[in-house]
């Protein structure tokens, strides 16, 4: 089993910087793909970014390129989610998710078994 516990999550303003983390706990963190969501108010959870288990691959929604970069330490059981030159759009709760077992990048969230609590990213113009 995999527990998520995100953080870094605040108020900023528009073209700020944030990064967001993700503690994981369990034995099985280094060989799950771990993803970021987003959920604005009023909208479906969407998928922002993803990493492979190793580190290789990453893969990102076409609005976040650029400017969002995935990362991940496996000593430290944590993924990271730098988020630079954020807009009004990018608010939204910011969920960590994890997908054990080796298993490809995926942006589907119904594929990723485990999700954390989620963190208030608030952009403000």
């Known amino acids: 089993q995999l527990q998520l516990v995100e953080s870094g999550g605040t108020l900023v303003q528009a073209g700020g910087s944030l990064r967001l983390s993700c503690a994981a706990s369990?034995?099985?963190?280094?060989?799950?793909?771990m993803g970021w969501f987003r959920q604005a108010p009023g909208k479906e959870r969407e998928f922002a970014a993803a990493?492979?288990?190793?580190?290789?691959?990453?893969r990102y929604v076409d609005s976040v390129k650029g400017r969002f970069t995935i990362s991940r330490d496996n000593a430290k059981n944590t993924v990271y989610l730098q988020m630079n030159s954020l807009q009004p759009e990018d608010t939204a709760v910011y969920y960590c998710?994890?997908?054990?077992?080796?298993?490809?990048?995926?942006?589907?969230?119904?594929?990723?078994?485990?999700w954390g609590q989620g963190t208030q990213v608030t952009v403000s113009s």
């Open positions: 990493i492979s288990w190793d580190g290789s691959s990453t």
């Open positions: 998710a994890g997908r054990r077992g080796f298993l490809r990048i995926s942006v589907a969230s119904g594929d990723y078994a485990y």
């Open positions: 369990g034995r099985t963190f280094d060989s799950a793909v």
